[in-house]
């Protein structure tokens, strides 16, 4: 193979290198500002591991680039005077305009990705909670049998722990009810504990809910809605689902957080 042939191959190496290294630092940061979640779990890995490939490929392309580009310049030093100087090729901007372009559309993309991968863990979580109240309509009318005392806690911290270990899309499981707290209406979250003591102070078992979430609580409890609220942010999936028992109603909280996809996870 000649050398100019080599040259000209190892300069379009080490261009598309360059330019897979510029797409994959761009879809890096955004992924980690927005925390976004795009790719399966195994598949992360492998796009984080990819840049080592980018950067060796990159590296290798160079140093041959930079060996026959010495060789060729140490065969032609004698004939500079007898070679002409050819005409400067003028490229058009289609293909800068092109790549510039190509940034919007990977954004949009990552965005759209993300927004797939919530609300399909939203469809799963909401698939599983509803074949689990239906499945087991007596545990759930033991939980609407809400009162602030040590044995119902303990029961509904069992409750809630088998629950929990019944289905994987519920890696954490807890009750929402509303009640008085210095005489003032009130969310508690009551959830699994090792030991449960028979106190009557609720304070410890506040909920602080943001705004968003107490909003729905409220239609929830005094307005006597049934919808559920999904949230999904930075990997981190919430699911408050109302579930009524006769004249007495409940929120079952389920959360999970998908620690792929973040930088050290």
Known sequence: MKTDRIIKITNRIAMLAIVLLVYWIFIFVTIQVFGLKVFRENITESFYFSIMGIL??????????????????????????????????KQGKLPLV??????????????LGDMATSKKKELNILKSADYLVEKHADLMKSLANYSFTAEYRKEAGEILRYLKMQNKNFPSVSLIVTDTVRSKPAYLRLYYRSSYKDTTDRVHCLYACSDEERAHLDKVFQENSSKHLFSAHDGFYELFYPVEVGAKKFVLYFSDRQRYGKSGS
Not at 69 to 74: A, D, E, P, Q, R
Not at 102 to 108: A, C, E, K, L, Q
């Open 56 to 89: 060796a490929l990159l590296a290798s392309s160079v140093v041959v680039n930079i060996m026959f580009n010495l060789t060729k310049i140490s065969d032609t030093l004698g004939e500079q005077t007898r070679r002409k100087k050819e005409a400067p090729v």
């Open 98 to 111: 092109l790549f510039l372009s190509s940034f919007p559309v990977i954004f949009g993309l990552l965005f």
